[in-house]
């Protein structure tokens, strides 16, 4: 039934193959032909910014939606999926301020005026569009290409402006909006139910510390409370899926803590989480990981494989001149890596019982008589740098 596999397969020229397969025999379009009478599940496709050249962030976002896109109409929808392009916002006026070498409002006034500047901005956004649709066919995202909407065209501005103004005929629309406000909002979007909306509302602001400023202005909340907020706001219409990109950067500890105790909730309660985090703590506390470095993911497994699949042994020098051991260890037998913890110095050696005397000799002869040395368990941050740094950060 299957073409036997060869041991030397090019994936590439597989993949090439598989691609040119669907676009001669028109496998998407069939796809959706075929499902024209039946029910609509709705996709709104969140548009890319062409001004700009595409990114790994854009593959994967682009995957997930494949993904749901696929199997809500292999599951017998109607999926419609026509592509978009966002010509709105900051990153299309700083691309076209940084080639005209000016910032801010007054320069584009007083050098440029506003309807050369609009102008420019326009024709910015086109400068990719050819590279994304080239990414999106190699990555064999199922999307209408050629009815492609822009948010800059007229037609879609007057839509924007419709759906607007039915929020506000409706009061769900404010300039300046409160908490509970905020929770409204979107738990009216997600079509929760107002016995729902307020029980469910009351558990995730006790859970997240809001439930005392519930009456506050959003804009007046801290950063860590405003990302509480929006976790909240995320979670109203409880989701199986949650996806957070680096949501605690930047975010006070007390936040950081009352947000993952939100998630651990989550879990317990079945909801798969997809996060990046530059954390490696908040890394430790997942179930499964990914070292992802360049753009590629490297390795992939739980926490604690991760660990075991690190080579060598690690070693703790606790010194009150950190510094001064971590120099004194460069070039010492045995040594495979070394990262500068505070107070302390990670060693990693390829053998922990014959290196561990010797350490401590090494570090005696350089002066450094206090340094206790004593072998100790990784963490993520010793196994991201063995596996994929240099073995030397300070």
Known sequence: M????????DFVALEQAELARWSGHRVFERSIEQRRDAAPWVFYEGPPTANGMPGLH?????????????????????VARRAGWDTHGLPVEVEVEKKLGITGKEQI??????????????????????????????????VDMDAAYWTLDASYIESVWWHLQQLFDQGLLYEDLKVDENIFFYATLFGVTRAVRRERGQELLEAAGLLPFRRRLAGLLSGGMKQKLGLVCALIHTPKVLLLDEPTTGV?????????????????????????????DEAERCSRLALVSAGEIRHCDTPERLKQAMPGALLTVATADSRGAFAAL??????????????????????????????????????????????IEPTIEDVFVALLGSGETT
């Open 2 to 9: 299957f073409t036997p596999i060869p041991p030397d397969i």
């Open 252 to 280: 006070d500890p007390v936040s950081r803590r009352d947000f993952w105790g939100i998630l651990y909730g989550l879990r317990e309660h079945g909801v798969t989480i997809v996060l990046s985090t530059a954390y490696m």
């Open 330 to 375: 460069e070039g010492a037998p045995g040594v495979e890596g070394r990262l500068l913890m505070g107070d302390q110095v990670h060693v990693r050696v390829d053998d922990a019982a014959v290196r561990l005397p010797e350490l401590r000799a090494v570090l005696s002869d350089k002066g450094i008589a206090d340094a206790e040395v004593t072998q």
């Open 109 to 142: 006034e007083s050098q440029v005026g506003i309807a050369e500047f609009t102008r420019l901005c326009r024709e910015s956004v086109y400068s990719y569009v050819d590279e994304f649709a080239r990414l999106t066919k190699r990555i064999g995202y199922w």
């Open 58 to 78: 854009h593959v994967w976002a682009r995957v997930y939606k494949d993904l749901f896109c696929r199997f809500r109409t292999m599951s017998g929808s109607y």
